[in-house]
């Protein structure tokens, strides 16, 4: 890496890859983009189903695209292809398997530290990550002894495991019902009814409790969680115990408001980063992109509408 980047982007999906490539497509130079994952679009790779349908006009919302990223309905598969196209095509500097820890400006620039160690300056920053990265926590203490095998997301989970997945939303029943293809899954929800999904997933998680590939743990909440030789042990209010190799809490996703606050934006009630019409934060030259923007989430194509937007706006200011 440099030591100085024109600009930032932090978040490898639709947002952040838009704002890279109409970066390239305007001529600016040194731009850079961090991706905590492996790879680009985590969210559509980890958490889609295989051939789930991707549409541009998101839940039926009209958005026409306005920048230079041509985008239609699709699958999963055919929208990660058309993400590595463009990454390939396009010449920006892109570090994945690295974290960003921290934001601050120092004078006109802003100093960013990663979970490596590296530090570089950028006079703008992109920060486009998705709502997966600070969800609700349960009110019981759960064990630091515990920690890499206690997750609130799936990006960690291996093949095989035996894992616990607790929580009655779409998160959960997409966690549960996807990684039922590789692992023994058992579902936790405190209710009998799962009253906040959507219909596609309540077909999804029917199916998945017929063919007996989710064990159904409903009506019954958590009371504890203890060590039990590195793996958690769960006490269950029927009176039950059973031990995991993991758990996956999905309690409720919120915008990660520890890293944004890191960052000094001022955020709404609902965690969601306050903006002006060009996508600028509260604090001058950084600016928000993508699902962070919407507390139901947003689409792909709003997305790489919000990446074009701030470019122009960036690239008039350069």
Do not use: W
């Not at 790779?45 to 009209?62: A, N, P």
């Not at 009176?239 to 999905?250: H, N, Q």
């Not at 002006?276 to 509408?305: C, E, M, P, R, T």
């Amino acid at each position: 890496m440099k030591e100085f980047y024109n600009i930032a982007i932090i978040g490898g999906g639709p947002g952040g890859i838009a704002s890279a490539v109409e970066s390239v497509i305007l001529g600016i130079q040194d731009v850079i983009l961090f991706e905590k994952g492996d790879g680009h679009s985590t969210t559509i790779r980890k958490f889609y189903k295989d051939k789930k349908r991707v549409d541009k006009d998101y839940k039926g919302q009209k958005i026409e695209l306005n920048g230079n990223i041509y985008f239609c309905d699709g699958t999963k598969e055919s929208t990660l292809d058309l993400f590595d196209k463009i990454i390939k095509e396009n010449c920006f500097e892109v570090h994945f398997n690295t974290e960003v820890e921290s934001i601050k400006k120092k004078g006109d620039l802003f100093a960013i530290q990663t979970a490596n160690n590296a530090t570089i300056k950028a006079k703008f920053i992109v920060i486009s990550i998705g709502k997966m990265g600070q969800p609700n926590k349960p009110s019981y203490p759960l064990p630091s002894s515990l920690k890499n095998v206690i997750n609130f997301n799936a990006n960690t989970t291996q093949d095989g495991e035996k894992i616990l997945v607790v929580g009655g939303g779409n998160s959960a029943v997409e966690y549960a019902c996807v990684l039922s293809q590789t692992n023994p899954i058992t579902l936790n929800y405190r209710r009998t009814e799962f009253s906040r999904i959507n219909e596609t997933n309540q077909d999804n998680l029917n199916v998945c409790l017929q063919s007996q590939k989710i064990t159904p743990k409903f009506g019954i909440d958590i009371q504890k969680i203890e060590d039990e030789k590195g793996k958690p042990k769960v006490y269950f209010t029927d009176d039950s115990s059973e031990i995991f190799d993991r758990i996956i809490y999905a309690i409720g996703g919120i915008a990660p408001i520890d890293f944004l606050k890191k960052c000094n934006l001022q955020l709404n009630e609902d965690g969601t980063p306050i903006v002006g019409d060009d996508h600028q934060s509260s604090v001058d030259g950084i600016y928000i992109a993508g699902d962070i923007l919407f507390k139901n989430g947003g689409s792909i194509a709003a997305a790489l509408n919000h990446g074009f937007h701030i470019i122009q706006s960036i690239k008039a200011r350069l």
